[in-house]
C-alpha cells in the first residue's frame, strides 16, 4: 500500500527538481544493481520508515542533502504514521479489558514472544453486551496466569480511550483512569530512530 510519507515525499520532490528518473535516483545513490535499489525506494514508499535509516547516507549522496535532514525526514515520516495509528486505533476501539500480572515486563522476553502472551492479556466482550457487564465477563474469563508475565492480579477495564477503571482478581473496582490502557510492547531503536513494532518490517 503506498503512503505518503515525509521521506516519500521528499523523494519524489528532488526527482522532480532534478528532472530525472527513480532508476537514475538510484544511480546516484551508489547502487550498481538499479533494482534493488529500486525495491528500496519501493519500501519506503510502501511505508517502511527502517529501510531509509538503513540508506539514509545513500539517499543523502543521491539526493545532494545532508544526512541530519534525512533523519529529520525519517523522524518526521514516524511520527505520522504513528499519528495515522492513533486515529485508527480511536475509530477502531472496541471496549475490553487488559489483564494485570505480577509481572509488568515479561521474562524470560523470548517466551513472550514465541507465544505472543501479550495478546494473551486482552480480553473482548460479547458483541452487544451492556457496560454494566463487562467487569463480570473478565472476571469470568480470567486466568490464574499467563506465561512469561506470571500470576494474575486483576484487570481494567477499558470503556472507552478516555475512561478506564481497575478491578482486583475479585471484581472489585481499585481505581478510575482518564485514558484507555494500551498493551505494553518492545520497541526497536536503529541509529537513534525508535520504531514501535508496528513500523518494524522483517
Not at 527502517?50 to 547516507?57: L, S, T
Request: hydrophobic share 35%.
Amino acid at each position: 500500500m503506498k503512503t505518503n510519507n515525509a521521506v516519500s515525499r521528499l523523494i519524489k520532490e528532488r526527482i522532480a527538481e532534478f528532472g530525472i528518473t527513480p532508476a537514475e535516483l538510484v544511480r546516484r545513490m551508489g547502487y550498481s544493481n538499479v533494482n534493488k535499489g529500486m525495491r528500496r525506494l519501493d519500501q519506503i514508499e510502501n511505508g517502511d520508515i527502517q529501510c531509509a535509516v538503513e540508506i539514509r547516507e545513500f539517499l543523502a549522496a543521491g539526493l545532494e542533502l545532508d544526512s541530519e535532514l534525512i533523519s529529520h525526514k525519517i523522524n518526521e515520516g514516524i511520527e505520522e504514521i504513528k499519528g495515522e495509528q492513533e486515529r485508527a486505533y480511536l475509530k477502531d476501539f472496541k471496549p475490553h479489558a487488559i489483564i494485570l500480572t505480577t509481572r509488568t515486563i515479561p521474562s524470560p522476553i523470548f517466551v513472550a514472544a514465541m507465544c505472543r502472551s501479550d495478546r494473551l492479556r486482552r480480553i473482548d466482550f460479547k458483541e452487544g453486551s451492556s457496560p454494566v457487564t463487562y467487569s463480570y465477563q473478565a472476571k469470568q474469563k480470567l486466568p490464574e496466569g499467563i506465561p512469561a508475565f506470571g500470576k494474575t492480579t486483576g484487570f481494567i477495564v477499558n470503556y472507552s480511550p478516555y475512561h478506564a477503571v481497575a478491578f482486583d482478581r475479585c471484581g472489585h473496582p481499585t481505581r478510575q483512569l482518564n485514558e484507555a490502557v494500551r498493551l505494553g510492547q518492545a520497541h526497536l531503536n536503529v541509529s537513534g530512530h525508535v520504531f514501535p513494532p508496528e513500523l518494524i518490517q522483517i
